[in-house]
């Protein structure tokens, strides 16, 4: 199993640039999510889906959208880059909202500098 | 609002001693609790967790203590590796249908294990 896949691992972005950041697992897990992590704030919750067709919003969720089509797959969208979004961004996955573990697997994360 | 602290950023501890990180939280809403090891360019990953209704949870040379009254959690790591050298991140949700079923972070603490 590959796990939690991220692409880009570098991004450099001008503002006003839209992009999109990919994540896929292949332990058909029901939850994925989104964090960003910036220093001193730890991970931030942006956008999370507990199945294929259904996302909600985390905590941070203004300047990003989310899709879930497949259950494998989780991008989060960039609509409009600005340089408040320079951050780490990590994918995560877990098997299921309702078991009794919320352990999530984490990707690699993309490094995302917006100039 | 910082609802889950991790108020010390960094600790160092010589090999073979405890090592002993903490972690408070506001929300008491929180019933679950997770610590994360995240080694530098890598992803978090799980470490240990300990649900409400213990007061105690041990894995090997980690383990978890919660104090529910004091809205505090610990990890103690005995004995003290150099490979344990890392940020820890401490890890909050909870659970039930009126929740986002989100996940707070706390900001981490570097720990520095010497040989």
């Known amino acids: 199993n590959a796990g939690v896949t991220q692409t880009p691992k570098f991004q450099v972005l001008k503002t006003g640039q839209s992009m999109t950041l990919q994540c896929a697992q292949d332990m058909n897990h029901e939850y994925m999510s989104w964090y960003r992590q910036d220093p001193g704030m730890g991970l931030r919750l942006i956008h999370y889906s507990v199945g294929a067709g259904i996302t909600d919003q985390g905590e941070v969720p203004n300047g990003y959208n989310v899709s879930r089509s497949t259950t494998e797959d989780f991008p989060l969208r960039l609509l409009s880059a600005a340089p408040s979004q320079t951050s780490v961004y990590f994918c995560?996955?877990?098997?299921?909202?309702?078991?009794?573990?919320?352990?999530?697997?984490f990707g690699p994360g993309t490094r995302l500098t917006v100039t | 609002d910082q609802q889950v602290k991790q108020n010390s950023p960094s600790l160092s501890v010589q090999e073979g001693r405890i090592s002993i990180l903490n972690c408070d939280y506001t929300?008491?809403?929180?019933?679950?609790f997770l610590w994360y090891k995240k080694y530098p360019a890598e992803g978090p990953t799980f470490l240990i967790s300990?649900?409400?209704?213990?007061d105690k949870n041990e894995d090997g040379r980690f383990t978890v203590f919660l104090n529910k009254s004091a809205k505090h959690l610990s990890l103690h790591i005995v004995p003290s590796q150099p490979g344990d050298s890392a940020v820890y991140f401490c890890?909050?949700?909870?659970?039930?249908?009126?929740?986002?079923?989100?996940?707070?972070f706390g900001a981490g603490t570097r720990l520095t294990v010497k040989p």
């Open positions: 300990i649900s409400s209704i213990k």
């Open positions: 995560a996955s877990s098997y299921s909202i309702g078991s009794p573990t919320y352990e999530q697997y």
């Open positions: 890890a909050a949700s909870a659970s039930g249908f009126d929740n986002n079923n989100d996940m707070r």
């Open positions: 929300n008491s809403m929180f019933d679950y």
